[in-house]
Structures are given as structure tokens and as C-alpha cells.
């Protein structure tokens, strides 16, 4: 085995806080290949773990799954089994994702240490780099894998222009689409089993055409409050008050009115 001089930490020491360049013409060949291992191990331990899966478009999926198919599915009282992509025990941003704590428009907080963000992007890198053991790599499954099957992009980029169809990445999508339904829904597990398949078929796949102009999610959604008609109702609430109020008063005046009417009356001389 090569020894290494006596002077070798302390050249390795330098070499790697200060920089290579310092030290390259003081030591020997062997002492800066030592150094090269020393330091690829130190960054390799300091670089935050890698995960090569889209938090956005995992975000977009679940999202989607969420409020276009999951309403359908309690309403059946049907349960997914694990093998399903789809089920929630399979995102591996699950639990982070449920540890996100939105405290105001710009404050997000971390669950797990209180450390506060002021945007959510900011959480994300933080999940990445303090908190990366916490993920569910179990099932090594990642949700944008699935963003093909369905229409993250429709959703993401809702308001951009429409790109031309590619046939041949419609008919990919598809194929996907329509596994997702038979491993999820098997449709010899029963009529509900049946039924959502039928639906998961109508809500995302048939959408995966080149030749028909037809939307995704055709049959709806999670049915979420209009923000305009609740900011009416709580507005009406606040006036409704001051509405009685003016009412009262105005009916008050006109009794008033009418009682002297009467006065006037009993009193005029005959």
C-alpha cells in the first residue's frame, strides 16, 4: 500500500478549504489524487439528497386526482388498493405536502421544525435540503409521471395558447390512461369497480385524441364555493343590519307622521 507524507492532511486541509490551485505545485502527484477522493466524498455528503421527480407537477396531479376523480370515488365508497398509482399512500410528497402550514398570503411554515417561508418554493427547497429522509421512496413512485395521463398541462397552463396535437404523444397518453384504469378500477371487483372505470375513461382518457376536439374532465368536479357569491353573502350579512335599520326608521316617520295628522285634526277649531 502508498504511503502518504506526514504533510499530507495538512496539504489535504488546505487543498480543499483554500482550493486546489494553491497547493498543486508543493505536492506530489499521489497527495493531490488523495485530496481529489477526499473532497469528492465531502461534497458528496454535503449535497442535499436528489429526487428526480417534479414537485409542481406532482402538485398538479394530486390536485387533479383530488377534485376530479376522488369526489366519484367516495361517492361510491370505493377503495383503491395499493397497486393503484393513484392511491394518496403512494405520493411520495405526501406527508411534506401535509406538513405545509399556510399561515398568511406570505408566510408558509414548515410542520416539522416551525421554520417560517415567506413563499411556498422556498419550503419546497427546504423539504429538499433539511428534511429529504422524510420522503415515501418506498414505492419509488412519482405523481408528474403520471401528469401524461392526466392533463397537467391543461391545468398548469390553462390560460396559454393551445399547442398542436402530436398524435403520437396522445396515443402514448392514452395508453397510460387506460392502464391506470384497469389496475385501479379492475372491473371484475364489482359494479362500483365497473362504474369508475367507466368514468375514468370518460374523465381523462377519451380526451387523448388527435381527431375529436374534446376536453378533459367532461363530467366535473369537486364542487368549490364561487368566491364572488360567498364575498356577496358575507357582504349582504354586514348590511342586512343597516338594511332593518332603515326600515324601522323609515316606518317610525311615517307612524310619526301620521299620529300628527291626527293631532292636527282633534285640535282644529270647528
Known amino acids: 500500500m502508498e504511503r502518504f507524507p506526514a504533510t499530507a492532511p495538512v496539504v489535504c486541509f488546505v487543498a480543499i478549504f483554500l482550493g486546489l490551485q494553491f497547493t498543486v505545485s508543493s ?9 481529489l477522493i477526499i473532497r469528492n466524498l465531502k461534497q458528496e455528503q454535503e449535497r442535499p439528497h436528489e429526487v428526480h421527480c417534479s414537485r409542481e ?13 376522488m369526489p366519484f370515488v367516495k361517492r361510491e365508497n370505493f377503495q383503491m388498493s395499493s397497486p393503484c398509482k393513484l392511491h394518496p399512500d403512494n405520493d411520495m410528497f405526501q406527508d411534506q405536502e401535509e406538513h405545509k402550514i399556510h399561515v398568511d398570503i406570505n408566510e408558509w411554515r414548515c410542520g416539522y421544525c416551525k421554520k417560517s417561508f415567506r413563499a411556498e418554493r422556498f419550503l419546497d427547497q427546504h423539504f429538499d435540503n433539511r428534511h429529504y429522509n422524510l420522503l415515501n421512496v418506498s414505492r419509488n413512485i412519482c405523481l408528474a409521471d403520471l401528469c401524461g ?11 396559454s395558447q393551445k399547442t398542436k396535437c402530436n398524435p403520437a404523444a396522445a396515443a402514448r397518453n392514452r395508453h397510460l ?11 371484475n371487483q364489482g359494479l362500483s369497480a365497473s362504474r369508475l372505470h367507466e368514468l375514468f375513461l370518460h374523465q381523462f382518457c377519451d380526451a387523448h385524441t388527435c381527431s375529436e376536439k374534446k376536453k378533459p374532465f367532461p363530467r366535473g368536479g369537486l364542487k368549490l364555493p364561487n368566491i364572488l357569491y360567498l364575498a356577496t353573502s358575507i357582504l349582504t350579512l354586514m348590511l342586512l343590519p343597516f338594511i332593518y335599520l332603515i326600515v324601522f326608521l323609515h316606518q317610525r316617520d311615517m307612524t310619526g307622521k301620521q299620529e300628527l295628522k291626527r293631532i292636527k285634526k282633534r285640535t282644529k277649531p270647528s
Open 27 to 35: 505536492a506530489s502527484p499521489a497527495e493531490i489524487n488523495h485530496c
Open 57 to 69: 407537477r406532482s402538485r398538479a396531479a394530486r390536485q387533479i386526482i383530488e377534485e376530479y376523480l
Open 177 to 187: 390512461c387506460e392502464s391506470l384504469a384497469d389496475t385501479c378500477f379492475p372491473v
Open 149 to 159: 395521463a392526466l392533463h397537467c398541462d391543461f391545468v398548469i397552463n390553462s390560460k
